[in-house]
């Protein structure tokens, strides 16, 4: 039972954590298109903030489920089955999610640059930007749902 409720909160802050990485680069779009409305750019980047923010605990509190799943069987077998022993699948998978992690920090850079009155890409570029995660996270779907290596 310990190894279900593990499973069912990470992928919980999962699902949190995806949703921060879809929408702060949709806050930059708007950022990038605002143009002269300080009240309007001063809000978003708020949002944006505290999106971050927000995103950054849930990566934590899957990380902290996570851990378990993956190497839990190590310590309390009959707590946690060994799932990923020897599996490829696992290590391509934290790949992608750490590729993940690693746009979700650009995003943020993007967004602190924007603070800070630097300039953003096009609204356009930034359209193609937010569309990465989503190649990525179907990446990592594919390889938890098939296992295929």
Do not use: C
Not at 1 to 16: D, G, P, Q, R, S
Not at 34 to 51: F, I, S, W
Not at 57 to 84: C, D, H, S
């Amino acid at each position: 039972m310990i190894y279900v409720w593990t499973k069912t909160l990470h992928l919980l802050f999962v699902i949190a954590w995806m949703a921060s990485v879809f929408y702060l680069p949709r806050i930059l779009v708007n950022l990038a298109e605002v143009g002269d409305q300080p009240a309007v750019r001063e809000r978003l980047v708020l949002m944006g903030r505290r999106l971050y923010r927000f995103g950054h605990v849930m990566f934590g509190l899957l990380l902290v489920f996570g851990l378990p799943l993956w190497l839990g069987y190590r310590f309390k077998p009959e707590w946690w089955p060994a799932v990923t022993s020897g599996q490829g699948w696992m290590h391509a998978k934290l790949s992608l999610v750490g590729l993940l992690f690693f746009y979700f920090l650009g995003s943020a850079r993007l967004l602190r640059g924007a603070a800070a009155g630097k300039g953003l890409p096009s609204s356009k570029a930034l359209r193609w930007f937010n569309e990465l995660p989503v190649l990525l996270a179907l990446g990592v779907i594919f390889l938890v749902i098939a296992k295929p290596f």
